[in-house]
């Protein structure tokens, strides 16, 4: 049985073999599917069958619009990822040999029983160590997705993760993993953004105030700091906590050219009257301050490959007028 440490240490040598700024949900979104598994006492491996709609289930919510249609690759590939790699496969031996880039397709998985789950090493250690895949866990979520997510992320799971506490052998490496996975972030951030954006929800207009405080507005990362967005106003988009929600969930993004909120094809809003969500369609954002603050280029273009659940809703021409920050 491997011990916390070598644990932590092989699931975070997925992160390291990923490129920066590249965001790919689908290993993190399987892992954690495979520790709900375990969690529930299910047995190690699984066959792709049984996962497989769970699995597009979460890459639908979770993940870009192409997602989807690669859930197989990372059954495959996390296996293959190289030396100590937390991932193991079972099938006919003439499947398994193949070279690294012959992935199998869905049919062929399904065909010929392909299972898969953690190395006997680590599985038990999951089961056995208290704290450790609820440390596990919150590293995948931490690592790899916003805070806005994380509680739906767990909540479709059905993941608990209480008592990641409880692990102490292998606290301080938990904590460097932490501290290393994530970047420092600028704690002036969320004050420049909303003050860019004068307090309010560039979407919807929302600025309620406690006192003097704003309440239910948040500074949002248009590529997202984890995957090494940067802590600028032209990285950022003052948004009430439901916006920035949706903008994570890549349910709108925002055009380059003349800011316009633009929704996915794939959200759609049961009523369709002056209230509802779809009133913010084509319209261009509450402006910031000064143009200097405006959405820079490079970051929209990363949300609308990587977030963004393609394909956009089209937009009207009439309603392109950008409206004015007064
Ligand atoms: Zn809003």
């Given amino acids: 049985m491997k011990t916390a440490i070598e644990v932590l240490d092989a699931f975070d040598n997925i992160r390291r073999a990923q490129r920066a700024g590249v965001y790919a949900p689908h290993k993190p979104l399987l892992i954690l599917l495979a520790l709900a598994r375990v969690q529930r006492g299910e047995p190690r491996l699984v066959e792709f069958e049984a996962i497989d709609a769970p699995l597009k289930q979460l890459l639908t919510e979770f993940g ?38 012959a ?27 208290p704290g450790l895949l609820q440390a596990v866990a919150s590293r995948m979520l931490e690592t790899y997705f916003p805070a806005t997510l994380h509680a739906d992320i767990v909540a479709t799971l059905g993941l608990d993760l209480d008592g990641a506490n409880e692990l102490r052998e292998g606290a301080t490496a938990a904590l460097d993993y932490t501290t290393a996975a994530r970047r420092k972030r600028d704690p002036g951030f969320r004050d420049r953004v909303l003050r860019a954006y004068e307090y309010r929800c560039c979407v919807c207009g929302f600025d309620l105030r406690i006192g003097h405080m704003p309440a239910g507005l948040e500074a949002a990362h ?25 903008f994570d969930l890549g349910v709108f993004t925002v055009e380059p050219t003349q800011h316009r909120v633009v929704f996915s094809q794939h959200a759609v809003s049961g009523s369709r009257g002056i209230a509802g969500e779809m009133q913010f369609h084509g319209r261009a954002i509450h402006a910031p301050q000064h143009v200097d603050l405006l959405p820079a280029p490079e970051f929209l273009a990363w949300n609308t490959k990587n977030v963004f659940k393609t394909p956009a809703r089209l937009v009207v021409e009439a309603n392109a007028t950008p409206r004015a920050a007064h």
């Fill in 64 to 101: 870009p619009s192409s997602a989807p249609k690669s859930r197989h690759y990372p059954f495959w590939h996390l296996a293959t990822d190289g030396q100590g790699a937390p991932w193991d496969l079972s099938g006919p031996r003439e499947v398994l040999k193949r070279p690294a880039g």
């Fill in 103 to 129: 992935t199998p397709n869905l049919g062929e998985l399904r065909e010929h029983h392909i299972k898969a789950g953690f190395p006997v090493d680590i599985d038990e250690a999951l089961r056995h160590i």
């Fill in 222 to 246: 248009i590529q997202w700091h984890h995957v090494g967005g940067p802590d600028i106003e032209t990285n950022g988009l003052s948004l009430c906590a439901l916006h920035h929600k949706l």
